[in-house]
């Protein structure tokens, strides 16, 4: 609840009615009204009390909070809008998660757990860098593997003038020049688990999110989109309240 006024675009963005680019958007399109008063600039100031319009409908200001998993297919792309032909993950979504966010982007080439949420507070938390919540992959890769390099990137490495973090791994198996690999993250930057590779002269042609912090994908297959269970966010809460204890 917001007895404070703040800016209409972070009010509404927080009651699901589109991230905060997409409201400016909508103000610009005279598509936004105020106590029956046309917003006319982003720089606006409203809370719950006010009676705020959007698209001619009146907005609601009850939230419950829901957070899903999502298997991300391989081949599609995360984000809200079309840029080609290729499918985007809210086309393969329900028509009502249009204005959930997602945490943990994923690649095109690459597969496995999001975590969607109509609350930025939650999508926000788990990517911060200072939370330092787990990612766990199994990657394929092809070519000469040299665990010896491996090992000493893992304890952190400059890739391309790129600093990452150290990172856990294991080796699952190893079948001539293909070896799949389990890796640990505390952090999400682009291209990471690639851009490491790459540089030791090995093609990832497989890579699969297992979890994401304390949210684990389990047998779910492509496409498919589960509630969190009751456990998975009772230690999502205890983990984020030792972070602010």
Known sequence: MHNKKIRIAKLLSYYNQGSRREIEKLINQKKIYLNNNLVQSPVTF???EDRIIVNDKIVVFKKEIE???????????????????????YEILDEKFKNFIFAGRLDFKSEGLLILSNTSDLTRNLELPKNRFERKYEVRVFGFMNIDILRKKSQGCIVDGIKYRPFKFKIKSKIKKNTIIEMILTEGKKNEIREIFKSMNLQVNRLKRLSFGPFTLGNMKPGELKKLTKKEIVNYENYIGNKKG
Do not use: G, L, M, T
């Not at 957070?67 to 993950?89: G, H, L, M, T």
């Open 46 to 48: 409203a809370n719950e």
């Open 67 to 89: 957070v899903f998993k999502f298997y991300k297919p391989y081949e599609v792309i995360c984000s809200k809008n079309k840029q080609d032909n290729k499918k985007i993950i």
